[in-house]
Nanobody, 121 residues
Framework: VQLQASGGGLVQAGGSLRLSCVASGRLYSSAVMAWFRQPPGKEREFVAL????????LYAGSVKGRFTISRASAQNTVYLQMNSLKPEDSGVYYCARGIQWSIQGDEYNYWGQGTLVTVSS
């Protein structure tokens, strides 16, 4: 499985961005797809996750109500819609694939290359 993330960019506070993660190869229904981010100078942190074939989602408290994770199975794509962006949302965003319902990055064995999000104040 290979993951290709895109959609990052520069946006003003209060704006929106939609990130995409296209997966190549077969994705089993039990796969878990997640987004993590790494703010400048900080550790990587969990953002959101979903099951590939089920309507189950989980969000970090800092993004709940502002971000939405979704998937388009026919396109093998997972999205992260980010609204009401704040400067503290800035960082490199990574998509990841695993099999455990987990917010721990170590549980994920496939990672995309990252896409940079910069939110200006």
């Amino acid at each position: 499985v290979q993951l290709q993330a895109s959609g990052g960019g520069l946006v003003q506070a209060g704006g929106s961005l939609r990130l995409s993660c296209v997966a190549s190869g077969r994705l089993y229904s039990s796969a878990v797809m997640a987004w993590f981010r790494q703010p400048p100078g900080k550790e990587r942190e969990f953002v959101a996750l979903t099951r590939w074939r089920r309507d189950s989602t989980l969000y970090a408290g800092s993004v709940k109500g502002r971000f939405t994770i979704s998937r388009a199975s026919a396109q093998n794509t997972v999205y992260l819609q980010m609204n009401s962006l704040k400067p503290e949302d800035s960082g490199v965003y990574y998509c990841a694939r695993g099999i455990q319902w987990s917010i721990q990055g170590d549980e994920y064995n496939y990672w995309g290359q990252g896409t940079l999000v910069t939110v200006s104040s």
